[in-house]
C-alpha cells in the first residue's frame, strides 16, 4: 500500500472533492463519522470528551465529532484555539451546526487563563492541528499541548498528533507535541508514523478509510509503501506438482565461528524452513558435529581453519550465498570476505559481522554485487553509512545508499524499512518487540537466503523474508508471549506463518 506525504495527500483530498464529486463539508462528515464510530464502540458514555478544536480542517473534524457524540448523548466540550482570525469554510458551518445543536459547551481560547481543567478520567480529542502544520508549535498552541500532556487523561488525536509533522521531523521540538494514546488517521499513515521516536506521541495508530478517490490514489506516485498481507501473499509461488528438491535451490550459508555457532545453526534452520531445495552450511572445523547433529538436513563445507571463516567452496553449484552470522571479525575473516565479493555471487545477502567487516572497508563497497541484500539493525547501518540525528534523516541515507551502492538494504527495527536501488521503499508491519531477542536477526538472514535460493528475486525475497519473519513473530507471541520469545520459536513458527498467506 502506498504512503503518501501531507502534501499529496491534500491533492488526493481535492481530487476526491472535484470527481467524485462530494463538497467539502461532506467529506470532512464521512471523515468524521468514522471517528464517531471507533470511539463510541470503545468509550463508554460517561466519561466526559474534551475537544481541543484549532482553526483548519482538523478542527473542522473535531467539531463534528462534537456535535455527532452529543447527540449520541456523551457529554462534549468543545475549546477552540482562538487565533483572533476566525473559522472559515467547513470548520465554520461546523461551529454553525453546534451552536444550532445547543448540546455542547463552547469555550473560546484566548489566554492561559482559559485553558479548562482536564480531569483524569476524561477523554481529550486533540483536533488542533493536523496535515496543514507549517511550523513547530509555539505561544499559546506549545502552552496548550503542553498542558494537555502533563494531564495524563487519555488523548485520541485526530489524524495525527498536533504539532507532528507528516514527515520531516527534524527541525521540530517533540516536547511540544501532543502525546496521544491513540491516533486515528484518515485513509493513509503518515511516513512520521514508521520512526521509532515518535511512538511515545502517536500511541496506537490506526487507519480510517473515508473512500478518498481510488483512481486518484492509485496514479499519484510515490516512492513510500507498507506491506499488507494481500501484497505478499502475491509474491508466494505455488509449487508445481512434479518439481523436486533441484527445482528449489542450492543454498551457500557461510556462518559460525568458535563460539558462535549457535547462530550457523539458527540460519540454516531459518533458510530450510524458506523452503531451498538443498543447503550447504560452510562452517569451521570446531563447527561440523555440532551443525551436522542439530540441522541434519543441511550439507557441510568445512573450512581449513578450526576456529573461523577464512575460505569458501566453488560457488557454482550454489544459487545463492548468505555470509555474516555468527562469522567473527578477524583479518583472515575478512581477507575470506574480500575474496567472496570478487568471486562475484550471484546472489548473495550480507548480515551481522561481513556488515561490521564491510564498514570498516568503505572501498569494498563497490566490489558488492548489484541487489545484494543486506540486512543490518540501526547500529550497523550507522557503521556502514554514517550518523544521522532522526529517523527522516537516516531514511533519505539508506535511500542514497541503495541507490548509490545497487543494494537491497533491510534496515531492522519495529517497523523495518527495505530500501531498493530504484528508490523504492517499504516499510514492515508485522512483528512484535518479543522478536528483540538473540538470534532473531540470523533467523531472519536465513529466511532470506532460503527464498533467494529458491529462485524469489532479491526483491521479492527482501519484502517476503521480512514480513514472514514478523508474521511468524507474531504467531509465536501468541504461543509464549513477548518475554519468552526466542529465536528458535519463529523458525518454529514458519510454517504457520506460510500457510496463513496462503490459506
Ligand atoms: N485527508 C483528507 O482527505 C481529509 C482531511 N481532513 C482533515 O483536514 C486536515 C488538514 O486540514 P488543513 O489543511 O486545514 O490543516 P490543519 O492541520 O487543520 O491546520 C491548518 C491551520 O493551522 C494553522 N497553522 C499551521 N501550523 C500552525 C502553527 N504551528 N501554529 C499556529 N497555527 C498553525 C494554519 O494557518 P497558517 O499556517 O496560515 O498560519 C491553518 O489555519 C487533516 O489533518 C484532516 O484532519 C478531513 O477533514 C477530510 C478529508
Ligand atoms: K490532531
Known amino acids: 500500500m502506498k504512503i503518501f506525504t501531507t502534501k499529496q495527500i491534500a491533492e488526493i483530498d481535492q481530487y476526491t472533492i472535484q470527481n467524485e464529486p462530494i463538497a467539502d463539508i461532506d467529506l470532512m462528515e464521512r471523515a468524521s463519522l468514522q471517528l464517531v464510530n471507533w470511539l463510541i464502540h470503545r468509550l463508554s458514555n460517561e466519561r466526559k470528551l474534551l475537544f481541543f478544536v484549532g482553526p483548519g480542517n482538523n478542527g473542522g473534524d473535531a467539531l463534528s465529532i462534537a456535535r455527532q457524540m452529543a447527540d ?183 556462518a559460525g565461528s568458535y563460539g558462535k555457532m549457535g547462530a550457523a545453526v539458527l540460519a540454516s534452520k531459518a533458510c530450510l524452513r524458506g523452503g531451498t531445495g538443498l543447503l550447504t552450511s560452510h562452517v569451521p572445523h570446531t563447527g561440523y558435529g555440532f551443525i551436522q547433529s542439530c540441522v541434519p538436513e543441511a550439507m557441510c563445507s568445512i573450512d581449513a581453519s578450526d576456529l573461523m571463516f577464512t575460505e569458501f567452496p566453488d560457488l557454482k553449484s550454489f544459487s545463492a550465498v548468505g555470509v555474516g552470522p555468527g562469522l567473527g571479525c578477524k583479518s583472515n575473516s575478512q581477507r575470506a570476505l574480500k575474496e567472496l565479493l570478487l568471486a562475484n555471487p550471484q546472489k548473495l545477502v550480507l548480515d551481522a559481522d561481513a556488515l561490521n567487516i564491510l564498514s570498516q572497508h568503505e572501498d569494498w563497497y563497490g566490489l558488492l554485487p548489484k541487489n545484494s541484500i543486506l540486512t543490518p539493525h540501526p547500529k550497523e547501518f550507522e557503521r556502514l553509512a554514517g550518523e544521522t540525528a532522526d529517523s527522516w534523516s537516516r531514511l533519505l541515507l539508506q535511500q542514497w545508499f541503495s541507490k548509490n551502492h545497487g543494494v537491497i538494504v533491510v534496515l531492522k527495527g519495529a517497523h523495518t524499512c527495505i530500501t531498493f536501488p530504484n528508490g523504492q521503499v517499504y516499510f514492515n508491519t508485522t512483528g512484535n518487540p518479543g522478536m528483540a531477542t538473540a538470534g532473531s536477526g540470523d533467523v531472519l538472514t536465513g529466511l532470506i537466503l532460503g527464498l533467494l535460493a529458491q529462485p524469489y528475486s532479491p526483491e521479492e525475497a527482501a519484502l517476503l523474508g521480512v514480513y514472514l519473519h514478523g508474521l511468524a513473530g507474531d504467531l509465536a507471541m501468541k504461543q509464549y508471549g513477548q518475554e519468552a520469545l526466542i529465536a528458535g520459536d519463529l523458525i518454529d513458527h514458519f510454517g504457520k506463518a506460510f500457510l496463513e498467506l496462503t490459506k
Request: hydrophobic residues 40%.
Open 72 to 254: 449520541c448523548d456523551y457529554s462534549c466540550e468543545v475549546y477552540l484555539l482562538d487565533f483572533g482570525k476566525g473559522l472559515k469554510g467547513s470548520p465554520a458551518i461546523n461551529w454553525q451546526r453546534l451552536v444550532e445543536q445547543g448540546k455542547v459547551k463552547l469555550v473560546k481560547i484566548a489566554s492561559e487563563a482559559d485553558f479548562p481543567e482536564i480531569p483524569a478520567d476524561a477523554v481529550v480529542i486533540d483536533g488542533l492541528f493536523g496535515s496543514g502544520l507549517t511550523r513547530p508549535l509555539d505561544g499559546l498552541a506549545e502552552s496548550l499541548v503542553v498542558r494537555i500532556n502533563d494531564r495524563g487523561a487519555m488523548v485520541v488525536a485526530v489524524d495525527i498528533p498536533s504539532g507532528l509533522f507528516g514527515e520531516d521531523n527534524s527541525q521540530n521540538d517533540l516536547s511540544k507535541v501532543i502525546r496521544a494514546s491513540h491516533t486515528l488517521t484518515f485513509q493513509f499513515p503518515k511516513l512520521s508514523f514508521f520512526f521509532p521516536e515518535h511512538e511515545q506521541l502517536l500511541g496506537d495508530w490506526e487507519v480510517l478509510p473515508i473512500g478518498l478517490h481510488p483512481e486518484a490514489i492509485s496514479t499519484m506516485r510515490t516512492p513510500f509503501h507498507f506491506l499488507t498481507d494481500k501484497y505478499i501473499t502475491s509474491l508466494i509461488r505455488p509449487r508445481g506438482k512434479f518439481s523436486h528438491k533441484g527445482t528449489y535451490g542450492h543454498a551457500l550459508l557461510i
